[in-house]
């Protein structure tokens, strides 16, 4: 019986040397990266760039909100201020509608 078993791990032995001395030698390429298969490459860099898209995006619009916010406010228009002084009684009707109509 001893015999037997040992011949069967003989030939087991001989098959896997026979099977690794058949192999060619590796070679690297494109086709062998795990993440080319089924498009998976492709998909990971649209998402790439989607990414940093959105994050460019994001940037570029936080600092145009950011300068908007620094802006001093408009000063008030000669027409505002007129209406105001009006509304003060600083100035009567005839003057407020005389200067009303060099403003136009």
């Known amino acids: 019986m001893d015999a037997i078993k040992l011949a069967a791990v003989l030939r087991l032995d001989d098959f896997v040397l026979s099977f690794l001395t058949l192999q060619g030698p590796y070679e690297w390429g494109w086709r062998m990266h795990p993440m080319w298969g089924w498009g998976w490459g492709i998909g990971m860099m649209a998402m790439m760039l989607l990414f940093w898209g959105v994050m460019i995006f994001a940037g570029v619009a936080g600092i145009r909100w950011f300068i908007g916010q620094s802006k001093a ?13 009006f509304a003060r009684g600083e100035i009567d009707k005839d003057e407020f509608e005389a200067k009303k109509r060099e403003l136009s």
């Open 73 to 85: 406010p408009r000063p008030d228009s000669a027409r505002e201020i007129l209406r105001e002084r």
